[in-house]
T-cell receptor, first 111, second 116 residues
């Protein structure tokens, strides 16, 4: 049984570009959340998707957007990249709010 | 506003010693608390989940306690090994509504080094 899978594992972009990160939840899970983790800090909640809708958003600008597909997989899009967007992006999934399971993350570097 | 704090930020112990990691939170109205392990540049591995109605949870060499009224949780790792070297993060789940059950609030973590 595959856990939470994220792609790509690493990504390098330049300022102003746009990026799309992908997440496949653990089998049987219906909720996907995205987190940003800067170096040396704990993960910060970006938003949660359930039933293909964004349900709650953390303190992140509209440049961060997402989508959840009918098969529960999800994408995180970041527009107009800034240097400060460089971070590890983590996806987590759960089944109707039970224990969260995290993927290995996508390391994004913005130059 | 909920604040989650982990002290110390870093800890180094010799192999065999017991580890005690602390987590405090300012708002006791939590649904549950989860401890995670993170290796450098990697994702999070769940270690223990404690519901707000529970006082402790155990798994092998790991034991986590929760005192919701005082806003504290402690993770104990018995007989530490070099393979326990990692960053340990605690996270609280503020509520269990449909719109927010994917939201955890994390501390900054405690970086642990176990020396042979």
């Amino acid at each position: 049984d595959a856990g939470v899978t994220q792609s790509p594992t690493h990504l390098i972009k330049t300022r102003g570009q746009q990026v799309t990160l992908r997440c496949s939840p653990k089998s049987g899970h219906d909720t996907v959340s995205w987190y940003q983790q800067a170096l040396g800090q704990g993960p910060q909640f970006i938003f949660q998707y359930y039933e293909e809708e964004e349900r709650q958003r953390g303190n992140f600008p509209d440049r961060f957007s997402g989508h959840q597909f009918p098969n529960y997989s999800s994408e995180l899009n970041v527009n107009a990249l800034l240097l400060g967007d460089s971070a590890l992006y983590l996806c987590a999934s759960s089944f109707t709010g039970k224990e969260l399971f995290f993927g290995s993350g996508t390391q994004l570097s913005v130059l | 506003k909920q604040e989650v704090t982990q002290i110390p930020a870093a800890l180094s112990v010799p192999e065999g010693e017991n580890l005690v990691l602390n987590c405090s939170f300012t708002d006791s109205a939590i649904y549950n608390l989860q401890w995670f392990r993170q290796d450098p540049g990697k994702g999070l591995t769940s270690l223990l989940l404690i519901q707000s109605s529970q006082r402790e949870q155990t798994s092998g060499r790991l034991n986590a306690s929760l005192d919701k009224s005082s806003g504290r949780s402690t993770l104990y790792i018995a007989a530490s090994q070099p393979g326990d070297s990692a960053t340990y993060l605690c996270a609280v789940r503020p509520s269990m509504t449909t719109d927010s059950w994917g939201k955890l609030q994390f501390g900054a973590g405690t970086q642990v080094v176990v020396t042979p």
